[in-house]
């Protein structure tokens, strides 16, 4: 069937069953054009595997682009054309006209995130954003405790002073002042010794401490940094599901998530501990994303006679094209 006897079968079709509707002509099915399936699978996709992130991080800071002392790797980084050099970035693999950012021998060379990796710093970093509040939480909570044990004597007199007024407010708003908690709490506080206020002091700057290191750790991405993060969020994971047993808050609940799932994040997406493969099947994974080590490959595997792969050039026309 042709297209033009396609489209009149379509056109009738519609006409009979709805007369109203608009019958704008369409293209027959069988007359798609070229990569029309592709492209409306592409749509139905989750949009975090469609995003090309290391495109995505050149866009967002700058390419990075380098010039090895060796000949041979230096010919697969670098084209020549009437505009002059351009070199290819090691991160979204686009050729960008001008000289290269960095120089040096091949043990100089930068270490790019490509890919998931770029993905999986966005993720740990919003971790470490978390983290970073517990610090000023409990950081504001150990200077706020540690100055309560100077003050206290104040504060009981101020408190004791202040009663009357507060419980007439409460009565007046229909509470019952006596069985307040925030009033239960504050009368325990008043009876704590000094030397108990100075270990709950320390005790939430130690854990200020930790959610520094944690955080820090995190937002550098540094492989110490996922261990210590999930070493001391696993340890405080029985607790709080205790703390859950006991009664269940929102808070309570989304602390628990929000662990649980770095936990989880750390041991499969980053292989600790053994998972998966672990550190040498982590490290294998970034050395399949690197540039610079596939174009070590392609030339391993000619000087061992096979046959070369196609000048890298003619993989990126179309961002080639962009950059100039």
């Known amino acids: 069937m042709s297209q033009k006897a396609c489209h009149k079968s379509h056109v009738t079709k519609a006409t009979r069953q709805h007369p109203r509707r608009n019958t704008r002509p369409r293209i027959c099915p069988r007359r798609q054009p070229a990569g029309h399936e592709r492209g409306q699978a592409a749509r139905h996709l ?6 090309d992130w290391s495109l995505l991080g050149c866009g967002r800071s700058e390419h990075i682009t380098f010039a090895p002392d060796e000949p041979t790797l230096r010919g697969r980084l670098m084209v020549s054309g009437p505009a002059g050099e351009a070199w290819r970035c090691l991160r979204c693999g686009a050729f960008v006209p001008g000289r290269p950012a960095l120089s040096g021998p091949l043990s100089a060379a930068p270490r ?20 970073y509040l517990r610090v000023i939480v409990f950081g504001l909570a150990a200077y706020g405790v540690w100055r309560f044990k100077y003050s206290r004597t104040s504060l009981e007199q101020a408190f004791h002073h202040d009663i009357p007024a507060v419980r007439t407010l409460y009565q007046d ?3 019952n002042f006596s069985q307040s908690k925030l009033f239960g709490f504050i009368q325990h506080a008043l009876t704590l010794n000094s030397r108990t206020i ?6 939430l700057a130690a854990y200020a401490v930790i959610e520094i290191i944690e955080a820090t750790g995190l937002w550098l991405a540094k492989r110490w940094g996922e261990y210590f993060a999930m070493i001391a969020t696993s340890a405080g994971l029985p607790y709080e599901v205790y703390d859950l047993t006991v009664k269940v808050t929102p808070l309570r609940a989304v ?7 770095l936990v989880a994040y750390l041991v499969l997406a980053k292989r600790l501990f053994g998972a998966r493969g672990g550190k040498r099947a982590y490290e294998a994974r970034l050395k399949e994303d690197s540039i610079l080590d596939a174009e070590l490959g392609v030339l391993a595997a000619a000087d061992d006679g096979a046959p070369p792969s196609p000048d890298p050039a003619a993989a990126t026309p179309d961002r080639t094209s962009a950059q100039e």
């Not at 790019?112 to 470490?128: C, Y």
């Not at 100075?198 to 005790?203: C, I, K």
């Not at 628990?256 to 799932?261: K, M, P, R, S």
């Open 46 to 51: 989750p949009y975090a595997r469609r995003v």
């Open 112 to 131: 790019v995130r490509r890919g998931k990796e770029i993905r999986s710093l966005l993720i740990l970093r919003i971790f470490a954003v978390e983290r």
């Open 173 to 175: 708003l229909g509470f």
């Open 198 to 203: 100075t270990w709950l002091a320390l005790g």
């Open 255 to 261: 602390t628990f998530a929000i662990n649980l799932a």
